[in-house]
């Protein structure tokens, strides 16, 4: 997760990638924990990967429809939660990305 605006990184994202990452559940994992992986080697920790994951959360929930099960459950949690409950998603988005790969 880095530090760019996700809308910004996902407008300069072409469509067919952004498929190829929502298609399903595994693959949007995999991309998660790359990501993680990503942010890991730039020096953020534990708490700048879980700000980072919040901001891209908040924009899929904002701009993207979900496109399997999974993601629908995760987009309806999302958006029930209250900012404290967005804060600790993060935190499991964040370890399960850990875990992937």
Do not use: C
């Not at 990967?49 to 979900?66: C, F, M, N, S, W």
């Not at 987009?75 to 939660?81: K, Q, Y």
């Amino acid at each position: 997760m880095s530090d760019k605006d996700p809308k910004e990184f996902a407008a300069k994202m072409k469509e067919d990638k952004k498929d190829e990452i929502m298609q399903n559940y595994e693959s949007f994992k995999d991309y998660l924990g790359d990501q993680v992986r990503r942010g890991e080697k730039l020096g953020l920790g534990e708490e700048g990967l879980t700000i980072g994951a919040k901001r891209v959360a908040d924009y899929l929930a904002q701009h993207e429809e979900p496109r399997n099960r999974e993601e629908k459950v995760l987009n309806e949690m999302w958006n029930v939660a209250s900012k404290d409950e967005r804060e600790h998603m993060a935190h499991v988005l964040v370890k399960l990305a850990n875990q992937t790969n």
